[in-house]
């Protein structure tokens, strides 16, 4: 499909290039038709078509576009776009693929569009940088924007003090709303492009109390800041950590909450939209290190992606090992009995999916602080229960075939292997989530490497064990 209409008209917005049924499966971003489209333009140069067909995409859309164009034609669409580039797209660009992006700017550039940024989006664009880059685009960066992004960049990477946004609306508590209404029309430069809720704040600059926006719009003139703020609100420390941040946002269902120093002084504010995206990239983080690949970014090099991986498959080649040497305590009776060589890996797959089942349910608890000590022992027995009854269902199942296939003895024995080891795959996929968090281990990182190894070397030693003990 054409970016232009057939009668040579002007061209067509993205949205415009997609059919119902495109509609249905994808209702933001670019679709492909519009990225062939502007690959098209750019080869044959039509440098102005191209910027008519993007001026007007969101900034998200455009960082969508630049995504997904080719390698060989990114480039060529970054100078497009340069002049008069909204840097808010670096915001929403894939980290790795950001980096590429922001070396086709000079760092005066890169410095006026990251000025226009709120305070929060510019430190996560440059905390991703090199020291020499940061350096380069903090010295031309406006003196009272470098002096706010430098301060954010002293908190520890992953806290509060790094992600909330320095541009806020505080007031006294004895302004009324008809001054507090005059100073927010003001078009003072401080006041932020977008906020949800005014802060109360004493002479210390503290907070003593917020009032929602809406709040502020429905009351009259006379009425008192102080009447109309809630006192049932909730700080955030600087130092907090971002996911702590996040599971105080879904707890108390927030919109936006202040972040104090030390001194609990008001220094700044965290909202939703940023708070989306933490629980996004926390997800995203527990998923990938469940599955022991680590940054999985589909823009990494070949080099760097095999290296994240490789000492994951060597710990998982160390364990693979160990439960070859329980199968060799038994080859004598693996020889006796060649039907036990056929039938193992049923035995240890099952444990290890139905672990893998227990452990993602415990991992994601821990994360969202819904699995505790004064829950465990419930989560624990629960899952252990679950084990057993699915057992005991597909050892009866597993023993029936077995049985008709190589004998009612092999059967039995199946199905107690099987019976034990998706018992102990409950028991440890939620037992060693909980002691990896305990020991300050991140569970998600640890855990399927351990579950695996457990349910292997219990499933071969049950199944064989029994073998020997009975068949032979």
């Given amino acids: 499909m054409s970016l232009h209409d057939q009668d040579g008209g002007e061209p067509r917005p993205p949205h415009q290039l997609r059919t119902e049924e495109d509609e249905e499966e994808r209702a933001y971003g670019v679709d492909p038709d519009f990225v062939d489209s502007v690959v098209d333009l750019l080869d044959a140069n039509r440098v102005g078509e191209v910027r008519a067909v993007t001026d007007d995409l969101h900034a998200a859309d455009v960082a969508d576009l630049i995504e997904q164009i080719d390698p060989d034609h990114r480039e060529a669409l970054v100078e497009v776009l340069k002049p008069g580039f909204d840097a808010e797209v670096l915001s929403y660009l894939n980290p790795d693929l950001r980096e590429e992006v922001v ?94 809720d005014l802060f109360v704040v004493d002479p210390m600059h503290r907070v003593i109390g917020t009032v929602p926006l809406s709040r502020i719009l429905r009351a009259r003139r006379s009425v008192a800041m102080a009447e109309l703020q809630n006192d049932d609100f909730h700080t955030i420390p600087a130092t907090m950590d971002q996911e702590e941040v996040a599971n105080l946002f879904r707890q108390y269902a927030l919109v936006s909450a202040p972040v104090v120093d030390a001194g609990d002084r008001l220094i700044g504010v965290i909202t939703v939209d940023d708070v989306v995206h933490i629980i996004d990239e926390e997800a995203e983080d527990d998923f990938f290190k469940l599955g022991g690949v680590g940054d999985a970014s589909i823009y990494r090099t070949v080099i760097d992606t095999a290296r994240s991986r490789l000492k994951w498959l060597g710990l998982n080649l160390v364990t693979a090992f160990l439960a070859a040497g329980v199968i060799s305590l038994f080859s004598a009776t693996i020889e006796k009995v060649v039907a036990l060589a056929v039938l193992m890996p049923i035995v240890a797959s099952m444990g290890g999916n139905a672990g893998t089942q227990a452990l993602t349910v415990a991992v994601r608890a821990l994360a969202t602080r819904e699995l505790s000590s004064s829950n ?94 009975f068949l032979l």
């Fill in 103 to 196: 070396e086709a700017f000079e760092p005066k550039e890169l410095a006026a569009a990251v000025a226009e940024l709120e305070t929060d989006d510019a430190v996560d664009l440059i905390q991703d940088l090199d020291e020499e880059q940061q350096r380069e685009i903090l010295e031309n960066l406006p003196p009272e924007t470098r002096a706010l992004v430098q301060e954010n960049l002293t908190y520890e990477e992953y806290t509060a003090g790094r992600l909330m946004q320095r541009d806020l609306v505080a007031v006294p508590q004895f302004w009324t709303v008809g001054r507090t209404i005059d100073y927010l029309r003001s078009g003072a430069e401080d006041l932020p492009e977008t906020f949800y």
């Fill in 376 to 469: 465990a022992p419930r989560v624990v027995g629960k899952e252990v229960l679950v084990g057993l009854f699915n057992g005991v269902v597909f050892a009866t199942l597993v023993g029936l075939i077995a049985g008709f296939w190589f004998g009612p003895a092999i059967g039995v024995v199946i199905a107690c292997a099987m019976t034990i080891n998706l018992f102990v795959a409950g028991l440890f996929g939620v037992m060693i989530p909980l002691a990896l968090d305990r020991f300050g281990v991140d569970p998600a990182v640890a855990s399927g490497v351990f579950l695996t190894t457990v349910t292997d070397v219990v499933g071969f030693f049950a199944f064989l064990g029994l073998a020997a003990a």
